[in-house]
Every structure is written in C-alpha cells, then in structure tokens.
C-alpha cells in the first residue's frame, strides 16, 4: 500500500507543476482561491506543526513548496481578472481572510478529531476543490490556468490515495463517500474542460 502513497504523491506533483506551467502560460492562476488557501495550509499544517512522518513527509513540503508558487501566481496575475468594481484592497483582503479562516479550521478539526494522519481535512478539501475547479471553468468560459491533464493528475493522485486510506482506515464511512463524490466531480471536470475546448475550437489533447 506504501506505493500507493508513492503514486498520488507523483501525480498530485505533477498537477502542481502543470497548474504552474499553464499559470506562467496563460497569465492566470490554475486554482481556486479557497483550495489554494486550504491546500496549502494543510501542507504546511502537516510539514511543521503536526507533521507526517517518512516518505510522506518530503512529499507534503514538496507540495507546499509548488502551492507557494501557486499562491504566488494567484497574486500576481488574478488581481488583473477581478470583478470590475472591486478593489485591490477587497482582493488581497479576501484572499488573507481565506487563508487565515482556512488554517484555522484544519487545525481545529485535526485537533477536535484527533485526526493526525489528516485524511478527512484532505480529503474534505479535495471534495471542494473538484467542486471549485469545474464552477471556475464554468465562470471563465475559457481555458485559462486550465488543461485535461490536471483534471486527469488531479483524479489519478485522489484515486491512489483512496486505496491506501480505504486499506488503513476501511471503517471510515466519511472518507469512503468523499473519495466516490471527488471521482464523479472530477470526471464531470474532464467531461466540461473537453465540452468547452471543441466549443473554443481548441485541441484539448495538445493543450498542456
């Protein structure tokens, strides 16, 4: 099961470093602001305050450090992409009130439910995040920050960890219902992001 952990570990990697890529590319942050603020506090959460052990542990600061680029990009290009009328002083104090209630609440909920490994938090997080990903597609109505192959990463990362979990913590009910809603979430992703690239008259093959 170790490989498993292994597996999402790369792919959640590699949807880091594609939303990145795709970031730099298209002048826009690939992320929703409230997964950004939740990933990367549980990240860190689980890097330095409570952190994992072994394998997992390096994977977990790798990943804070690629949702730090991330945060990054989010202030540097979305500003630009705000709603007109709202000001700059609303934008940076949404996203730090975010991140601040974000932190919070996996800190306290990992504590309130002595849920060190922090799989609920995560997957919690990752439920809303697929829910997040396909209403920005929907909003932009372009590709911006976008590609298949995120979605594809970010199900086949959420996959692998479901089998290890299902295998550690088998009587967790809730964890088994995230992981079967974040499946069906994410392929309605690659169902929408293909619908809207032949309406865009983009490939959505060669889109990375």
Same mark, same amino acid.
């Given at each position: ?8 570990? $790369? ?11 795709r *970031?730099?590319?298209?002048k826009?942050?690939g ?6 603020? #939740?990933?990367?506090?549980? @990240?860190? +959460?689980?890097?330095? +305050?409570h952190?994992?052990?072994?394998? =997992? #542990? $390096?994977i ?12 990054v990009?989010? &202030?540097?290009? @979305?500003? /630009?992409?705000?709603?007109?009328g @709202?000001?700059?002083?609303?934008? %940076? *104090? /949404? ?14 909920? !990992? ?5 060190? *490994? *922090? ?21 932009r109505?372009?590709?911006?920050? =976008?590609?298949?192959?995120?979605? &594809? ?11 290890? $979990?299902?295998? %550690? /913590?088998? @009587?967790?009910? &809730? !964890?088994?219902?995230? /992981? ?7 392929? $309605? %992703?690659?169902? +929408?992001f ?11 093959? #060669?889109?990375?």
């Open positions: 099961m170790q490989w498993f952990g292994i597996a999402s570990g $790369v792919f959640w990697s590699i949807t880091y470093l594609l939303l990145i890529k *970031g730099y590319q298209d826009a942050c992320m929703p602001m409230a997964a950004l603020a #939740l990933n990367i506090s549980w @990240e860190f +959460i689980f890097s330095f +305050i952190p994992h052990g072994g394998f =997992q #542990l $390096v977990n600061i790798a990943w804070f450090v690629l949702d730090t680029i991330l945060v990009q989010y &202030l540097r290009y @979305e500003p /630009a992409r705000r709603p007109a @709202e000001s700059a002083a609303f934008f %940076y *104090g /949404a996203f730090l009130s975010i991140l601040a209630v974000s932190f919070l609440t996996i800190l306290l909920v !990992t504590r309130e439910f002595d849920n060190y *490994g *922090g799989y609920y938090t995560a997957f919690g997080q990752n439920l809303l995040m697929s829910i997040l990903f396909i209403r920005l597609l929907l909003d109505k372009d590709l911006a920050g =976008q590609s298949l192959y995120i979605g &594809l990463a970010k199900m086949l990362g959420t996959l692998c960890a479901s089998m290890m $979990v299902f295998a %550690y /913590a088998p @009587e967790s009910r &809730l !964890t088994v219902f995230f /992981a079967w809603a974040i499946l069906c979430f994410d392929l $309605v %992703y690659v169902g +929408i293909i619908r809207q690239s032949r309406r865009l008259g983009v490939d959505a093959l #060669l889109r990375w």
